[in-house]
């Protein structure tokens, strides 16, 4: 695993275990983050508000694309962002195929196809589910007329330091890059060279296609609890939790059990898993990414009571 802590005192990152069972890591190794893409989408979305091109309450059908055949469930901007549109999740129906299958190229109609047909009341509740964010990224692309990947890289990916902070598969990932699962080298030329395969970064798209390095991350995160990428009012937005106390708009709570600290998202991935948490008040970070099993919440939590955060 690598990890980058960021606090007012400076920045730490390091790195343990191998990228590919023989190589050892190094911090610049970019792994697969899975579903801290969604905090990113949800970041531009709120860009999009800010600019006035969306709104939260705007019917989500509007802007998708007329030819979509697909129930939305009449949930709002809004209610994809904070996971209450009630859809249920496109992931179980292919999660296998992604280690079986892996230069499969998805496309958002398959895996739409694949989203049942039962929908829950709109929001009645939280429930998590990546075809949320899957949607989104219809909703970016349909308001803007430009693919994700050229959104991002002019929004929130615009600045310094963000290029191994990428969005698969329209950008690549480059060395060095940690293999999933600790495997072998060879692994990534079997899965075409994405993190972890071709078929994971465009079947999770939005909802989890990003790869990137933990301290490239944790700049980012960093810029955003700092107020850099969205305004203060879009941030207290995201980090509203509302009734269930547990998720806003793209950005979990994370606070511990004495309510101190944090807001953050996790991702995993096939072979990787990534946590991100930031303390805004404080302007600590820390980011974890692991290419070796479900090891990088608890790694987060130790790096926080390192620093002193619980």
Request: proline share 5%.
């Amino acid at each position: 695993m690598t990890a980058t802590v960021i606090t007012a005192e400076g920045t730490w990152t390091g790195a343990t275990g191998t990228a590919d069972g023989k190589r050892p890591l190094v911090p610049r190794d970019q792994m697969a983050i899975g579903s801290l893409t969604k905090t990113v989408i949800a970041a531009q979305v709120m860009q999009l508000v800010e600019a006035g091109k969306l709104s939260l309450e705007d019917d989500a059908a509007n802007h998708l694309p007329q030819s979509l055949t697909f129930d939305t469930n009449s949930a709002t901007v809004g209610d994809l962002l904070g996971m209450r549109s009630g859809i249920p999740d496109y992931i179980d129906a292919i999660w296998r195929s992604l280690s079986t299958d892996k230069r499969h190229v998805w496309t958002t109609d398959q895996l739409l196809a694949r989203v049942g047909p039962n929908r829950a009341p709109v929001r009645a509740a939280f429930e998590y589910s990546s075809t949320n964010y899957l949607l989104l990224g219809l909703v970016i692309e349909q308001v803007t007329a430009r693919p994700v990947a050229e959104v991002l890289r002019l929004g929130v990916l615009r600045g310094p330091g963000l290029q191994r902070l990428i969005y698969q598969p329209e950008e690549r990932p480059t060395a060095p890059m940690a293999v999933p699962d600790g495997a072998s080298a060879s692994t990534l030329k079997g899965a075409g060279g994405y993190l972890p395969s071709l078929a994971g970064a465009s079947a999770a798209g939005p909802a989890g296609g990003m790869a990137s390095d933990s301290a490239t991350v944790a700049r980012w995160w960093g810029r955003l609890c700092g107020g850099q990428v969205v305004s203060v009012a879009s941030l207290a937005a995201m980090t509203s939790f509302g009734a269930s106390g547990e998720y806003g708009l793209g950005l979990g709570n994370k606070a511990d059990e004495h309510g101190r600290w944090a807001v953050g998202n996790e991702g995993q991935q096939v072979g990787f898993s990534a946590k991100a948490v930031c303390v805004p008040e404080q302007g600590i970070v820390i980011t974890v990414l692991s290419n070796d099993g479900d090891f990088a919440g608890p790694v987060t939590t130790a790096l926080a009571a390192a620093i002193g955060l619980s």
